[in-house]
């Protein structure tokens, strides 16, 4: 499915993110930036070992939920691995709307400060994180829907989804914002 929003589009694809060849693939990453299972599992498994190292050095404090931080993309054609780290779901009164457009806002803003003009998000805390997915999708994409509005550098934002349900809740969200 593909949507035009100022001169930007907003794909989604059912899929792996670790096989998109685009500027920036995103990475939903926990906290300690420690790696894990899920999405952060795999893209550490494709780019290799150099990631975590980086990460390592570079931010030994880990990285505060709602935001995000940058590594070289490894072993990936990408050039960039921004790890955003999303919150946990804990019924929806901590702060978790607020929490997950910032790490979608924070994902954009970086993109544009490195000039890039691709990037690929996954479902940022839908996984082990819990979040519902019809609440995050209706987040994702109106975050990054108003960013491509004003954007002059982005010219795709596409959502990689992992699995059917994924992106049959992404595909309504995005239906409902074309009315
Ligand atoms: P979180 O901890 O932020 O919830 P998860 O990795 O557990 O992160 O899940 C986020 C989403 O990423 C889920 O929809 C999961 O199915 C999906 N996912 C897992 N592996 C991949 C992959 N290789 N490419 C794209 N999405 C993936």
């Given amino acids: 499915m593909i949507v035009q929003f100022g001169s930007a589009r907003i794909e989604l694809v059912l899929g792996d993110i670790t096989t998109q060849q685009l500027d920036i693939i995103v990475n939903a990453a926990n906290s300690q ?13 494709a780019a290799g070992p150099e990631i975590m190292k980086e990460l390592r050095q570079r931010y030994p404090d880990g990285c505060p939920t709602g935001s995000a931080v940058v590594t070289s993309g490894g072993k990936l054609t ?8 999303g919150p946990i779901w804990q019924g929806g009164s901590k702060k978790e709307s607020q929490l997950l457009e910032s790490a979608y806002q924070t994902c ?12 690929a998000f996954p479902s940022i805390s839908t996984g082990v994180y819990r979040y519902p997915v019809d609440l995050a999708a209706e987040i ?13 550098e982005l010219e795709l934002v596409r959502f990689v989804l992992f699995d059917q349900g994924t992106f049959g809740g992404y595909a309504r969200v995005l239906e409902t914002m074309l009315v």
Avoid: N, P, W
């Fill in 33 to 45: 930036l420690a790696g894990g299972g899920g999405v952060d599992g795999a893209i550490h498994d």
């Fill in 78 to 85: 990408s050039q960039y691995i921004f790890h955003a780290v």
């Fill in 108 to 119: 954009l803003s970086l993109a544009e400060k490195h000039q890039c003009k691709t990037l």
């Fill in 140 to 152: 994702a994409l109106r975050t990054v829907a108003m960013k491509l509005e004003s954007s002059d």
